[in-house]
């Protein structure tokens, strides 16, 4: 199983920018998906999931009506779509993958992650 972030970069508050991770060696539709992300001196929270059981999707309080997950489970790729982003959003986001049972903003319930990709929003 792996699992590759990619998509980030530098973006104005207001802006937009679209994460993809890429997964290999398993079936996509088989595994409940995770984006997580860790600012500078926090810990790592969980941002959005997207469930393998019945294609709903989660999002924490403050990225939702923001951010949007999505998956191709054919090209075997998932989106986090990043709209209206603010500075507070900066951070390393992560993917991550499990076969639990609809999804969560868990960290410790994911045994695959991949290596992050850096979102920094700033003017």
């Known amino acids: 199983v792996q699992l590759q972030a990619s998509g980030g970069g530098l973006v104005q508050p207001g802006g937009s920018l679209r994460l993809s991770c890429a997964a290999s060696?398993?079936?996509?539709?088989?595994?409940?998906i995770g984006w997580f992300r860790q600012a500078p001196g926090k810990e790592r929270e969980g941002v959005s999931c997207?469930?393998?059981?019945?294609?709903?999707?989660y999002y924490s309080d403050s990225v939702k009506g923001r951010f949007t997950i999505s998956r191709d489970n054919a090209k075997k790729i998932v989106y986090l779509q990043l709209n209206s982003v603010k500075p507070e959003d900066t951070g390393v986001y992560y993917c991550?993958?499990?076969?639990?049972?609809?999804?969560?903003?868990?960290?410790?319930?994911?045994?695959?992650w991949g290596q992050g990709t850096l979102v920094t929003v700033s003017a």
């Open positions: 997207s469930s393998n059981t019945d294609g709903r999707t």
């Open positions: 060696g398993f079936r996509l539709d088989y595994y409940a």
């Open positions: 991550a993958a499990d076969q639990m049972y609809h999804c969560s903003l868990v960290t410790t319930g994911y045994e695959y």
